[in-house]
């Protein structure tokens, strides 16, 4: 069977020479292999831990690279992401064995020149494997360039559905919107069947409208009772959303879902509080952070359920050494979701190159070839869930959680 697996690996080698990895279907994601075989779950490894399959002592570093919004308004999920990617990094590098080059560009979260000039950067450099982009925009843009060049793809947290789809070389570790949205019905339905509920979402955002759309046909689905469902802004309006507060207030509405990033969900509660609306809010993984939000009162948070994978109050040992050298990193910063998919994003990358053999030598689109054997087969444990595994067409499987805040930390929603 191993010889088999072997022959099919170089095959897939040698086409990925002449294909350029690029312009073809994902293979067949199959069974997870058993554990014997499967790579090493992700969780954090001892310092001393003997690394497997160990290259040459004189193989050059694995290069990997990353894009995202170091500077801007969404500086904070590309710092995140940086600071949980260079965390697992180093506890990587401390094993021995196989050693990565971790290198960042800053693309403002600018889904246009700016996030192509960013990878180009990163192109130029050797990167050998893409860990981003952080945004959906800047991962829309640069995707079509990474399989036109045969680079492997896994986006830490882009997640609208074409990103990945079209391509044979993209993945993702985040959900995609509609899964997210119609996981948010799900809950909603069980923990909720009789509430009326109000939607305020960003029209001119991809993955805000992609989570409503899929939210809204799973809670037609379920016969939820939804009483607003168009009350939507723009990124030209997003400066006042009493409006749509006010819509929700009117309607009815004692839950209402949130699907867009913490800032203007900061605004959203603070206007609701101004008004003495009070219904249960309900956010998605953008959510994650709103209790960082310069000048916003976080006892607005309250009882305010979000959707994450991660929560960084867990007690087991995986987590627990994860937030400690997070935050000697972050200066004490507590890490959020998109922090701790950045550590999976690149321990599943660490992981299947030392299941394929892959080290600094390998060529790109040999390894974009062996990432794409080992992601269609391969089960991944990490911070942001067990047991992970990927679709045919790069989007991940993991079971969605939620949270609620409550005394202004997250507490596992029962």
Not at 288 to 293: F, K
Not at 330 to 338: A, I, K, S, Y
């Amino acid at each position: 069977m191993k010889k088999f697996v072997a022959m099919l690996m170089v095959l897939a080698m040698v086409a990925a020479m002449f294909a350029g990895c690029g312009n073809a279907e994902k293979p067949a994601a199959t069974e997870a292999p058993a554990a014997s075989d499967a790579p090493a779950a992700t969780e954090a490894p001892a310092a001393d831990a003997p690394a497997a399959d160990a290259p040459a002592a004189d193989a050059p570093a694995l290069k990997i690279g990353l894009t995202g919004p170091m500077t801007g308004p969404a500086a904070a999920y590309g710092l995140a992401v940086r600071a949980g990617m260079e965390v697992a990094v180093e506890e990587i590098n401390a094993k021995g064995g196989l050693q990565i080059e971790f290198k960042s560009e800053d693309d403002e979260a600018d889904g246009s020149d700016k996030a192509v000039s960013a990878y180009n950067s990163l192109k130029d450099w050797g990167m050998q494997m893409f860990a981003g982009a952080v945004t959906t925009g800047s991962s829309l843009a640069i995707a079509a360039e990474t399989n036109a060049d045969g680079i492997f793809m896994l986006t830490p947290s882009a997640s609208a559905v074409d990103v990945a789809a079209p391509y044979d070389n993209v993945y993702q570790m985040c959900f995609t919107d509609p899964n997210q949205g119609a996981s948010a019905a799900e809950l909603m339905a069980a923990k909720w069947p009789e509430a009326t509920i109000g939607v305020i979402y960003d029209s001119s955002d991809a993955y805000s409208t992609g989570i409503a759309d899929g939210f809204l046909a799973k809670a037609a689905e379920l016969s939820l009772n939804v009483a607003v469902s168009d009350a939507a802004f723009t990124a030209d309006t997003k400066a006042d959303l009493s409006t749509q507060v006010t819509k929700c207030k009117d309607a009815g509405c004692d839950l209402v879902f949130l699907p867009f990033y913490y800032t203007e969900a900061s605004q959203v509660l603070t206007y609701a509080n101004t008004i003495g609306y009070k219904p249960t809010f309900f956010g998605c993984d953008g959510m994650d952070g709103i209790l960082t939000v310069e000048g916003f009162d976080t006892a607005l948070a309250e009882g305010l359920v979000l959707m994450t994978p991660f929560d960084a109050n867990a007690s087991d040992e995986a987590t627990a050494s994860f937030v400690a050298k997070f935050k000697e990193k972050m200066d004490g910063l507590v890490p959020n979701q998109f922090a701790a998919d950045g550590y999976d994003v690149i321990y599943a990358m660490y992981n299947a190159c030392v299941a394929a053999g892959v080290d600094g030598s390998t060529a790109p689109a040999d390894v974009c070839a062996a990432m794409q054997e080992q992601f269609a087969a391969m089960s991944v444990d990490g911070l942001t869930g067990k047991g992970m595994t990927w679709d045919e067409v790069g989007a991940i499987s993991k079971a969605p959680a939620a949270v609620t805040i409550s005394d202004g930390v997250y507490v596992p929603m029962g």
